[in-house]
């Protein structure tokens, strides 16, 4: 089946400082990348997603860029702020099942 | 319009113990799906219906059955519960308008198994 793989599980930022979560995926077959946001005792909320066909995406402070042949896609938020302070997973889908990462704690310094 | 909506929100159980932890959805889903969350672990896919009446194993799906008899609604039963099973349980649905679009998740059932 499908396995992905996401670094760092830690991350700490200045805040106005960008952050970038890398992920990996081993199927090909992978067609739909989306990124949840989980904030402590919440569920997890799509922020962004993106699909095979295309190589970037963007929507405000975030975007997702994926590159198929090397098999990864990464979350890059600019100019952070302590909101962003979360959870975050990356997911890969085939035939409607998601793979998920095992998340990126996000820490944003004051 | 409530979106998916998870009973109970928290339950603890004795080891062998049997419970049923019921998920609902009101967005008319083809698809739902039991995820599971351990620390460390992220979301791993327990079991995923595609259908009304459908059902298939995903990841982690030893120890745990599931049923869709409604299209609204989908069941996570445990029959005998271990302490191996104490996690966060989140349900998911999302629409058949095509493989683009993610999962919407309910609020979750926090389960600990003593």
């Known amino acids: 089946g499908e396995n992905v793989e996401q670094h760092p599980s830690t991350l700490s930022v200045q805040e106005g400082d960008s952050a970038v979560i890398k992920c990996t995926y081993s199927?090909?077959?992978?067609?739909?990348f989306p990124w949840y946001k989980q904030e402590l005792g919440k569920r997890p909320q799509l922020i962004i997603d993106i699909r095979s066909n295309v190589g970037e995406k963007k929507d405000q402070r975030i975007a997702v860029t994926l590159n198929k042949t090397a098999k990864h896609f990464s979350l890059h938020i600019t100019e952070t702020q302590p909101e962003d302070s979360a959870v975050y997973f990356c997911a890969a889908s085939i035939n409607q099942k998601l793979t998920f990462g095992t998340g990126t704690r996000l820490t944003i310094i004051p | 319009n409530a979106g998916v909506t998870q009973t109970p929100k928290f339950q603890v159980l004795k080891t062998g113990q049997s419970m049923t932890l019921q998920c609902a959805q009101d967005?008319?889903?083809?698809?739902m799906s039991w995820y599971r969350q351990d620390p460390g672990m992220g979301l791993r896919l327990i079991h995923y219906s595609v259908g009304e009446g459908t059902t298939a194993k995903g990841e982690v799906p030893d120890g745990y059955n599931v049923s869709r008899l409604k299209k609204q609604n989908f069941l996570l039963g445990l029959e005998s519960a271990a302490p191996s099973q104490t996690s966060v349980y989140f349900c998911a649905s999302k629409d058949s308008l095509g493989p683009f679009y993610g999962y919407t998740f309910g609020s979750g059932t926090r389960l600990t198994v003593v």
């Open positions: 967005m008319n889903h083809e698809y």
């Open positions: 199927d090909s077959a992978s067609n739909y």
